[in-house]
């Protein structure tokens, strides 16, 4: 890292400089750089953006008496900053003078508490993280129709992924997510209609529209050619069947309102980290399960393959930047290379810390038990949650119908694939009739935790 690390009027564009530079010389883009190159755009993006957001009157109070650090080791001596912390603190966050501020967007209030406010200046919008996915999953050509069936009001993904479209050159379609002037019905008409060929949406959001096509339009198959999902997690076996309810290549995308786009899987399934966007850590979660005392205690890093929490700061963002951001995801850097020929970092992930599903003295992803219950029932739909009960996991799905066979019997199927593909015993599981669970207005929550507090 550079000797003194200094704060830039406009670090959005002097790591887009950075970015340039390198790639230029490497002749390859970000996705494909060397090691080195990459090592060397961290250090130097990462010290001058930390410098930055020391600029904010919120990282000036949390980091009092330190300076901007000049290394990873002084920068891994900073402590964490909490999602509550930066809830309903705006104007403390911001690193740049009011005048700057282009646009204001909200968390998307799935937790509970004050809302977290992010901002952006006209730069971070001009480079807010989408540009630097790969071809495929951010890229299209001008001939593309892309509808972006993700939430428009005062959320920041559907506009980030609008604003990147129109910067390609392509035609997109800002269909919203069940909004008043947005029903899925009249999405469903315009696919129709003109023949869209992306379609950008949530993971049960894009089964729930293909259910409607199909009762608006019995037995033929809509026009999407590519599907791109985020905003929840999903199992393998959901992706799989999505791409073959639509026909259409699925690809997912991993972010936060604080931090922008994180990571995006390629045409093999693995996540890569937008590196040009943020630098991500992981780090011991067991301090953030024991005492407070346990949590005020600055957590050590773990080694590349260890599972932990997952840990971001943005990189190059002016308005809002965020200085080792506990995301509240687990997840892992397998530090190995992907097969796709990308270089940058791989990175699993498995869901929030507190929907983890705790088996005995392990944590389980809810997306395994998921993954269970599409192998064990390949006829059912993702309309399930799971229950958190006092010393009791419970599982309750829709029946799927009278084709999947007898109910008791499929339910026995689905303990024992959950029982081998999660690794644990499931104390209840039951059918609900089709059509009572919810359906994807928001994000699905697909864990309930119904334990008593103490």
């Known amino acids: 890292m550079t000797e003194i690390a200094t704060a830039a009027a406009d670090p959005r564009s002097a790591a887009d400089r950075m970015i340039a530079e390198i790639s230029a010389r490497e002749t390859k883009p970000l996705e494909y750089w060397p090691a080195a190159a990459l090592s060397e755009y961290v250090a130097e993006a990462l010290p001058l953006s930390v410098a930055h957001a020391f600029e904010s009157p919120f990282h000036r109070a949390k980091f009092a008496g330190l300076t901007a650090p000049v290394d990873l080791a002084g920068f891994e001596r900073l402590p964490l900053t909490e999602p509550a912390e930066a809830k309903g603190r705006l104007r403390e966050l ?12 909200l968390s998307s209030g799935t937790t509970a508490g004050p809302t977290t406010y992010v901002a952006y200046t006209l730069e971070d919008l001009r480079g807010d993280g989408a540009r630097y996915a790969p071809g495929g999953l951010f890229a299209f050509a001008a001939t593309d129709l892309v509808a972006v069936a993700l939430p428009y009001d005062m959320a920041t993904v559907g506009l980030a ?49 293909r259910d ?43 972010g936060s309102t604080e931090i922008g786009i994180i990571a995006y899987t390629c045409e093999l399934g693995v996540y890569h980290v937008a590196a040009g ?34 840990v971001f700061t ?72 799971i229950v958190l009960r006092d010393n009791a996991i419970g599982l309750v799905a829709e029946w799927p119908g009278d084709t999947a066979g007898d109910p008791a019997e499929v339910g026995d199927r689905v303990r024992e694939f959950v029982r081998r593909i999660a690794g644990f015993d499931l104390d209840s599981f039951e059918w609900a009739e089709i059509g009572t669970l919810d359906r994807p207005r928001t994000k699905m929550r697909r864990v309930r935790d119904e334990r008593s507090i103490g």
């Open 212 to 254: 409607l096509y199909e009762a608006a339009y019995p037995g033929e198959q809509p026009s999407i050619r590519h599907l791109r999902v985020g905003g929840e997690g999903a199992a393998p076996s959901m992706l799989t069947r999505l791409g073959q309810r639509w026909q259409a290549d699925v690809r997912q995308w991993f």
């Open 94 to 105: 911001l690193a740049v003078p009011w005048r700057d501020v282009a646009q204001i967007n």
């Open 161 to 209: 992924v609008h604003r990147d479209v129109q910067r390609q050159g392509a035609v997109v379609l800002p269909a919203g997510k069940g909004g008043s002037y947005g029903p899925p019905e009249r999405l469903l008409q315009a696919i129709h209609d003109l023949g869209v060929d992306t379609l950008f949406s949530t993971p049960s959001y894009a089964w729930y529209l």
């Open 314 to 385: 943005t990189l190059g963002r002016n308005a809002t930047p965020f200085v080792r951001f506990r995301s509240g995801d687990r997840g892992m850097l397998p530090g190995e290379p992907c097969d796709c020929g990308r270089t940058l970092p791989t990175l699993h992930v498995y869901g929030r810390i507190a929907d983890q599903i705790p088996a005995g003295d392990t944590a389980v992803s809810p997306y395994r038990i998921e993954e269970a219950f599409l192998q064990a029932v390949p006829e059912a739909a993702p309309w399930y949650h």
């Open 277 to 310: 966007n943020c630098y991500a850590e992981v780090v011991d979660e067991a301090a953030f399960t024991g005492t407070t005392a346990d949590r005020n205690t600055l957590p050590a890093m773990v080694p590349n393959g260890t599972t932990g929490a997952l």
